[in-house]
């Protein structure tokens, strides 16, 4: 093959030849025009190298329209033909330390999208992502900068994939080749290639795909039965719970706690998401038909309390006009109230970064010390009903630490709660459901081995020792449950004298013979222990909890017992206490149940 020195590079070719294709595209435009845009694509071109110097490689001819934002601390390889268009809202590419994002050839990426990668995101060939996207294989993409291998889980996009506006791709996602999603869909499962999805979360769309589907009630029911048939009489009593609906109101979106309280199909519960831009309209509204066993009413202190909105704008208010504002709001949750049988209010909290001014918030008129004072007249008018419960929000945001809000999210969707603080709200709200609607945990199963007292002398109980004191800890956690009217049992290979024996001869405030329902020695395997002592007192399996130190033992009755819930069990000793205190099974004491008996 005879080369021609004069010919010009593949790239230059690419290059006018999409001029050329250009020039014919707009043959209708006056030649003025088509000057303008030949122009706006040079300058487009030229841009492109400074916005992506710092990229690790860049094919030919990337345009970059607008002003956008690179940070890479690790690895960002960018294909052939890259249309980036920036003019609105900038663009953002992020690589973390370990992260390497890789952009195939002709990909299209549209204003107000971030693309980050604490370990890796790649987009193929052909694709295009239309306008404020997020790109993120790590929940905050903020944080990719610092993310380690062990929380990012990387995200594959295939070829000639269309995202549309508003998209949000969660991490460890993979979507085919030819896949569409659409506008405002939040993708936290894969994607297979040529169909369609949509929704929070998105779900595949059945004219284009096929859909998952779950089993039908009939085939979970008859699998039941034929899984019961040989069971026990206990385990056959295990019954699949109805399903619950209710309504989410706020001043904010809520969609995405919705699919969270859907997410666990042992407690099925489904959610109507009342839009946000009705409030407080909605709370005085008749809500749907189907959907008035619950009702969960967040909203934001500013939004509820017009008054402290106030206060955050820097105005001098009093403190009547704030109690007044908060009566206000119990009145419009009381008359909503009434149509629902149960309503579940997250109290006010406030972002951490909005940090106010420490030294003076805590005083009288302060922001912390009126947000103090409207939760209290909140929790104690509103109180006073039998079917309206506070839950503690403080809590949700303490667990979640600085991922519990991000700032983007409310100017991209209106969410005033990072998705992590969602999670951990979602769970409690489960949790006080299924008290509420007698899905509650009653028989508490415990091995003693090493799981109870762990052979510690009887005489060291008292001591300044820390296995020792962490295990009164844990006996006085138990004794509380106890006391709330959870039923606890002792399973021992000693035989049931000696386990007797054993709790008799214990000093100090530690749980006493007559804390137990029952002991019995292990005869044979655990899971038939479990299943006798449950038989015995008459709870179903369902109700059940079982605690052991041993990961294999746990294993075998969690695989022999689906509906017995075998919590994780830590290895330390020292964390038992905070371990039991940490489960939601047993949120619904015998005390609430009694209450709002007496109030109805």
């Known amino acids: 093959m005879i080369l021609d020195k004069n010919a010009e590079p593949p790239e230059v070719r690419g290059l006018l030849a999409r001029l050329r294709r250009a020039w014919a595209r707009d043959s209708h435009l006056s030649i003025k025009r088509r000057i303008q845009k030949g122009l706006q694509f040079g300058i487009q071109l030229m841009r492109a190298r400074t916005a992506l110097k710092t990229c690790n490689r860049v094919g030919t001819n990337a345009r970059v329209a607008g002003r956008m934002r690179v940070e890479n601390h690790g690895v960002i390889v960018i294909g052939n033909y890259l249309n980036i268009n920036s003019s609105w809202v900038p663009t953002e590419l992020v690589a973390g330390r370990e992260g390497r994002i890789e952009i195939g050839d ?112 009939g085939r979970a029911a008859q699998e039941a039965v034929e899984a019961g048939s040989s069971a026990p009489a206990a385990q056959q009593a295990n019954t699949r719970p109805s399903l619950l609906c209710g309504s989410l109101i706020s001043d904010f979106s809520l969609d995405e706690l919705a699919h969270e309280l859907t997410a666990d199909t042992t407690f099925p519960v489904d959610a109507a998401v009342i839009p946000w831009a009705q409030f407080p309209q909605s709370l005085t509204a008749a809500p749907p038909a189907n959907a008035r066993d619950f009702c969960v009413v967040w909203t934001r202190p500013e939004a509820a309390v017009p008054t402290f909105a106030r206060l955050l704008l820097g105005d001098s208010v009093e403190e009547r006009q704030l109690t007044a504002d908060v009566d206000a709001f119990c009145e419009l949750v009381e008359r909503s109230a009434r149509n629902y049988r149960y309503v579940l209010i997250p109290s006010w909290t406030q972002p951490a970064y909005l940090r106010g001014q420490p030294l003076i918030d805590c005083r009288p008129g302060g922001v912390l010390s009126s947000l103090t004072a409207m939760n209290l007249r909140l929790t104690t008018t509103i109180g006073g009903r039998a079917n309206v419960f506070v839950l503690n929000a403080a809590r949700w945001q303490s667990a979640v630490g600085p991922l519990a809000s991000n700032p983007r999210a409310w100017y991209l969707g209106h969410m005033a709660m990072a998705r992590p603080l969602i999670i951990e709200a979602a769970r409690d709200i489960r949790a ?93 395997d655990e899971a038939a222990n479990v299943v006798a002592l449950a038989t015995r007192l008459g709870v179903g399996l369902d109700a059940v909890v079982y605690i052991g130190a041993k990961e294999a033992v746990r294993a075998r009755v969690r695989e022999a017992l689906p509906a017995v819930y075998v919590p994780d069990w830590p290895s330390d000793i020292l964390l038992y206490p905070s371990a039991l205190q940490g489960l939601r099974c047993f949120d619904t004491p015998s005390a609430v149940d009694d209450y709002v008996a007496a109030a109805q």
């Not at 694709?127 to 990719?144: F, L, N, R, W, Y």
């Open 106 to 217: 002709d990909i299209l990426i549209n204003f107000g999208t971030v693309i980050a990668a604490g370990k890796g995101v790649s987009i193929c060939s052909g694709s295009m992502i239309g306008p404020h996207c997020i790109i993120s294989d790590v929940d905050i993409p903020e944080t990719a900068v610092e993310a380690g291998l062990g929380t990012a889980k990387p995200i594959q996009i295939g070829k000639n994939v269309w995202l549309a506006g508003r998209v949000t791709v969660r991490p460890g996602v993979t979507i085919g080749d030819g896949a569409v999603v659409v506008a405002g869909s939040i993708v936290e499962s894969d994607v297979p290639a040529h169909v369609m999805a949509s929704g929070i979360p998105a779900r595949l769309l059945p004219k284009l795909g096929a859909v998952p589907r779950a089993p039908s009630e």
């Open 432 to 524: 006080a459901l299924g008290a509420l609607f007698g899905r509650q945990r009653m028989l508490l199963v415990l091995d003693s081995e090493n799981a109870l007292w762990g052979g510690a002398p009887p005489e060291s109980i008292a001591s300044a020792i820390p296995i020792t004191q962490a295990y009164a800890d844990f006996q006085l956690a138990l004794r509380l449950l106890r006391r709330r009217g959870v039923l606890l049992a002792v399973l021992g290979k000693a035989g049931k004298s000696a386990l007797l024996e054993m709790i008799r001869s214990y000093t100090g405030p530690v749980l006493r013979e007559d804390d137990f329902a029952t002991c019995s020695s292990i005869e044979g």
